[in-house]
C-alpha cells in the first residue's frame, strides 16, 4: 500500500532518522563498553577513545534534537502566522447586508412617510 507523505515533512523525518542513529549508537558504545570491560582490562588511552566517541555520537544527537525542535517551532509560528493574518483580513472584507434579516417596522416607515410629506 502506498501511503501519501507530503514532501514539506521529508527533513522531520530525516532529522529524525538521524537523532535515532545517534541516540542508537549511544547505546551500543555504553553496552559494548560494559561487556568488553568486564572480561578485558582496557587501558586509558582507549577509554579515552571511547568516552570521546559517545560523547561525539551523543552531542550529534543533541544538537540534531535542536534543529528538529527549532524546524517544528518555526511551522508553528508560521501556521499561527497565517491563522491571524486570514482572521484579520476576515475581519476587515465588506460582507453585504440581507435585507430580509432586518424585520420592518411600521413605526418608522410613518415616520419617514410623515417627514417626506412635511
Not at 24 to 39: E, K, P, Q, R
Not at 45 to 53: D, R, S, V
Request: net charge positive; hydrophobic share 45%; glycine share 6%.
Amino acid at each position: 500500500m502506498i501511503v501519501f507523505k507530503p514532501l514539506k515533512d521529508t527533513w522531520t523525518r530525516r532529522l529524525t532518522l538521524i537523532v535515532e542513529i545517534f541516540a542508537f549508537g549511544c547505546m551500543n558504545f555504553g553496552f559494548v563498553f560494559a561487556i568488553i570491560d568486564h572480561f578485558v582490562t582496557i587501558d586509558a588511552t582507549t577509554l579515552n577513545e571511547i568516552g570521546f566517541a559517545f560523547i561525539a555520537f551523543s552531542l550529534c544527537s543533541t544538537f540534531t534534537g535542536m534543529i528538529l525542535s527549532l524546524i517544528q517551532v518555526i511551522s508553528l509560528a508560521v501556521v499561527v502566522y497565517r491563522y491571524l493574518k486570514n482572521k484579520y483580513r476576515k475581519r476587515k472584507e465588506v460582507r453585504p447586508l440581507s435585507l430580509g434579516e432586518y424585520p420592518k417596522s411600521n413605526d418608522l416607515t410613518e415616520r419617514d412617510a410623515g417627514l417626506k410629506r412635511g
